[in-house]
């Protein structure tokens, strides 16, 4: 970590009785804060001298208190601060990350009940992020938040990417729509999930991206959830004001505080460049530095894995059709008739192992490998799984030795099936699990509704299952790669054993139907603001019936699409996905996907439009090679891309992976074409892409 | 174990169409099954040829499913059987019992569904169990119990010991009233507690004694409930019907059920004579024989403690008064200000195993010893104790030395809060710390509303962490003693490593008000036929505003009262649990106290009638010597007991412990006398107690 300076600049905020107003570093934005004449705390905020949010109260509502935290507030002090540090990533889309920015901390006491409260403001160069603080005192120790009543008072009709708001998934196609427009769009948008639960008909999810009528992008996150309620946005159309809404427990309640706490911050991400929402760290900055000491064992991984076949049903996570329910440690397995679809046999482990070892991948992850899955789903059921006991036809002492022989490492998969006591109750074991037979990480999952019964995927209490997850892996240097977890808010910096998470439509979804063509150009204004996903790009066959008859899904994205996705989708956990024989097929498209590094220094976004196209362009952190990956929307499209990040002088040639004329996402999605050039920072390269198409260019440095 | 002899008994049963009876091995029970018209099973009972048990129906209501399990059935056999077997226990009244029964096993199907459930019932000399058996099956495997609809169905207006039905706590004095008086009664008999939730005024709980107008004892419980939720009763009070009422999860359902699986046996204990009450074994024999294969870590325990000293107010669980609110890890307790009360200090707890040595008890009871207690009641608090951290002023290795070298053991306390999740988390590192500071008993305490929020004391979910940490607790060798946890229903039997339970009101009430004079003549009729309870007896000094002044509460009993206790209320784990200084000021009687055994090989019970007296003679388990303990109600009472059970031919020396003829419980409880005479079998023994006295004996063979 880089040394932290910081410095009280008392002129840089102006007070003025109970408003006070502060700018970023690089004088953009402009927040104000002030009290309305009932003690209500608000805030306003412009970006280049216009307003992007109108002035929006701040505040919570408390359950069973005679006086809720909203007004009655006066201003006990505003203490301005700035920070300026450079702090080093275990893993990112770059290795240093700067965090500056300029800080008023508003002490507020209220009149009647004299608790007090801090709002703390800080705005970076590309926007806003605040927090509610609750520091130790006497007449407010503990208090259950019936509503948090933040606002974010948009200025206009803006135009927005949006999903369902939603207490358990975030698994939805993205609309684009107006805001006054959702309402009559949110039945369509509610898609089917295995556990889904919405609150309102104008309720999004966070990030929220919009873009308002004149060309400014605003994205709405959190950063640093942990002990809270995940929050959706509840949209007033009339007036287009947001307002914060919780998720609740078994009981409605929103959150159960102690003081001293804090809320996550709740972010603006803003600019009239989209390129610059896509390189905000904001969400990263206000996360609390790295915990752990020794981050040696964390490392990126690529892998491949018995789980699109699953997946896409040609063969099975379950062992047997015999029985009507399993009891684990009871049902005798031994005795059962394979159903003779099971993946996750031994043999063919090993086929994906020697696949693997082939071709330079890090890691081989195995779905349904574990007893209990003939009736893991849709049951409640509390005892699913023990996480330790394999299927009789997978060894996990032959497939270790080997993997460990041909220099592969085997990825564990604890599936919960939202049982999450179960899951706490074995932990311990299954990480023991885990360090004796050399998986050094694990992809969790919470598929179908929660137990304890009532709770949510996002509510207070499941989060704090998922951190203690997190904090409890570290204990046993296990990196996780959480799937249908609350989507990420940076907690990644704080703990980057966090190596992945889903939560969102990842590639399973075309699979289960598809997803709309341009949705990979909305995920990295979106989810991704919080984290890296588990995305699972680089399906090659996109008629799912050539894998499995009864399966009539169509892949919507062309092959360079996919390739793209490697570039595009910044993880540090980056699957090949589709199947070996797939792979076989177009072995020289997979080169680009055994080249694309995981581990990135430096990260330049070329293009960018939500929805309609993402290029950006990563340096190696290993060599001086670079990566230039685009994504397409419905439109084909052509652009120039300057390459003058490369190394002045420097000589490179450029492997280009693009559609092919004909391709089409329909109808044509393996027509590429690989062409090779010499190219150095001054060359301009013409690019096509095809509908729901993309393109991927490996940059060498030669000489 | 013995040889288990099973043998199938056809001519038991007479066979007519859908209608089945069989008798008891005495012949004194006759049961009839039979389907009503429309399918519902029903089950009627007779005793010594009087109905006992009108035709009652049996079933359940499943959620979500076009069909419950309440008519419908067709009988497709019904099989008899018999069984008879000694078994010895590890701890208990006796060291042998016998389990003799004759069994009905009535296989039922659904003409609709094809679904299959069993109803079995076994009549012993004692009574009838039933529970309903649901085998694996292809149309039942997981279903959601919504309500049990077992019904009890009484002959008339009986006689009722109750407590209200409640989800959270059976702290409460027993009323005596008739079933039609109930309802006027209700709201008086719900006293405050720290978590209660009632959910009728005609709903009653198990255990339940009543009596008919001819003189006949019923008493309504429930035997091994494990994985279900607990049964409360509800009555129709024109029909004098009993509803069985299952306690609701934080969604309200009544159980998640997974075939094959079972309910837990509903019992009745039947007899003309209350003594057979008492002596009835039928909880214990309808749970499992023991599952722990080594008991011999399993010992009874006679204890003193750092308790009544907070339970009175004169010393406090807590540290320290400095922080509105603790932060375990954070708050730092080396810098805070003693408050001066703190009980469990090193010193003080030197000074009760300097007490507990000098007079031979096996261990020493210290609450309060841990980070926490500032602020862990009533906060909903999650992470509310670690259960590993002392306080500054508890040296836990100088303690156990000190304790080891005087022969003394140190009972360990885990205070939950009502946090399970919290509890369960930091169990196996509790249960190391237990193993590696030489406590091998734990008292848990589940005080306030359960997390997680909305689940019950009572639930199932709840409940499945009770069985948790007893199951546990057997791979640590820990004995558990599990206060505000559900009452016990048996299965002590099947894991003896569970030493105690409270469930009950406790001698903790006297000093919070006080009890009903005549509650522990209730008490071994109702709370106690699942099992033993750690009542904590022993008070000597009735006046509680003599520890602390702010504490006007009485103990409604006379001293000698309390001495019969150690016999009356039987149980394998006994506390003196009031302050060495109150000892030290009766000595004579302490004497008994210290005397009494907590391992038996025999009990007698001499006298009973719910509500009014109890004596109960027990024998040593390690010599001939013989206890005897009265425990009487309110109207002071003389009567004659028979010394027959005295081997014959022996002499003894009886020391009897009585109340002095001016005794009395308010205003001169510590009036004893002691006196000592020679007795033989042939010896009877004219005895009075007064009101809420009662006496007891010490049987010594001589020469």
């Not at 009290?35 to 509502?61: A, F, I, M, R």
């Not at 076949?309 to 440690?329: A, C, H, R, V």
């Not at 969790?444 to 499941?462: D, F, K």
Request: charged share 20%; net charge negative.
């Amino acid at each position: 970590m880089n040394k932290i300076k910081a410095l009280i600049i008392i002129l840089l905020v102006s007070v003025f009785g109970n408003a006070q107003e502060f700018k970023s570093p690089n004088g953009n934005f402009l927040m104000k804060f002030s009290l309305l004449s009932d003690g209500t705390p608000t805030y306003q905020l412009s970006y280049l001298n216009k307003e992007v949010v109108k002035s929006s109260k701040l505040g919570l509502e408390l359950k069973n208190d005679k006086k809720s935290l909203l007004n009655d507030f006066k201003v006990v002090s505003a203490t301005p601060s700035t920070f300026n540090e450079t702090w080093n990533t275990v893993w990112g889309e770059e290795s240093q990350i700067q965090n500056h920015y300029n800080e008023l901390a508003v002490q507020l006491k209220q009149n009647e009940t004299e608790r007090e409260m801090i709002i703390r403001f800080r705005l970076f160069n590309d926007g806003l992020g605040f927090r509610y603080e609750f520091p130790q005192q006497k007449n407010l120790a503990y208090f259950v938040i019936k509503e948090e009543r933040t606002e974010f008072a948009m200025t206009g009709d803006h135009t927005a990417f949006w999903i369902p708001g939603d207490y358990d998934t975030q698994e939805y196609d993205y609309t684009e729509s107006k805001l006054s427009e959702i309402r009559g769009l949110f039945k369509k948008a509610v898609t089917g999930n295995a556990s889904q639960k919405q609150f309102s008909n104008t309720g999004v999810q966070t990030s929220l991206m919009m873009k308002t009528a004149d060309g400014i992008y605003i994205n709405i996150h959190e950063a640093a959830l942990i002990n809270y309620s995940c929050m959706s946005l509840d949209l007033n159309d009339k007036t287009m004001v947001f307002q914060s809404h919780l998720t609740p427990d078994a009981k409605g309640d929103k959150g159960y505080m102690q003081a001293p706490c804090t809320s996550p911050w709740r972010t603006l991400v803003i600019s009239n460049d989209a390129r610059d929402i896509l390189a905000s760290r904001m969400t990263l900055n206000l996360n609390e530095p790295c915990k752990i000491e020794d981050t040696s064992w964390i490392k990126p991984i690529k892998y491949v894995g018995v789980w699109w076949e699953m997946i896409t049903g040609k063969s099975s996570w379950s062992y047997t059709n015999d029985f009507p329910s399993i009891q684990l440690g009871i049902t005798d397995y031994s005795k059962a008739t394979p159903n003779g679809t099971h993946g996750a046999t031994t043999k063919h482990v090993k086929e994906l192992i020697d696949f693997a070892a082939l071709h330079g991948f890090d890691a081989v992850l195995v779905e349904g490998w574990n007893e209990g899955w003939e009736d893991w789903f849709g049951q409640s059921k509390d005892y699913v799984f023990d996480f330790v006991t394999p299927y009789p036809d997978f060894d996990v002492k032959e497939i270790h030795a080997y993997a460990k022989s041909k220099g592969v490492k085997m990825m564990m998969h604890h599936e919960t099936s939202g049982s999450a006591r179960n899951y706490e109750r074995h932990l311990d074991k299954a990480f023991q699990f885990m360090n004796e037979n050399g998986y050094d990480t694990v992809k969790t999952g919470y598929v179908g509704n929660m137990l304890p019964r009532g709770e949510h995927h996002y509510s207070q209490w499941i989060l704090n299952h998922y951190q203690y997850v997190i904090e409890k892996a570290v204990d046993y240097k296990i990196m996780i790669n959480a799937h249908e977890a609350v989507r990420p808010t940076g907690i990644c910096r704080t703990y980057p054993n966090m190596i992945g998470n889903e939560s969102a439509r990842g590639t399973e979804f075309q699979a289960f139907g598809g997803s709309k063509p341009n949705h990979t150009t909305v995920l990295p204004f979106t989810r991704l603001m919080g984290g890296p996903m588990d995305y699972t790009p680089g399906i090659f066959e996109m008629d799912i019936s050539k894998l499995n008859p009864n399966n009539n899904s169509h892949v919507n994205t062309t092959l360079s699409n996919q390739l793209g996705l490697y570039v595009v989708m910044y993880s540090p956990l980056q699957m090949a996905a589709d199947l070996p024989e797939n792979y076989n097929r177009f072995l020289d498209a997979f080169q680009f996907i055994k080249d694309v590094p995981v581990e990135w220094t430096e990260s330049k976004y070329l293009e960018a439009e939500p929805g309609y196209y993402i290029t950006i362009a990563r340096k190696d952190k290993n060599s001086n090679n670079w990566f230039v990956g685009n994504n397409n929307g419905v439109n084909p499209r052509t652009s120039t891309i300057s390459l003058d990040f490369l190394d002045k002088g420097k000589k490179y040639e450029a492997t280009i992976y693009a559609d092919a004329k004909d391709a089409d996402y329909k109808t044509n999605p393996q027509a590429y074409k690989i062409t090779k050039q010499k190219v150095t920072n001054k060359s301009k390269l013409k690019m096509t892409s095809a509908s729901a198409g993309g393109y991927a260019i490996s940059i060498v440095e030669v000489e």
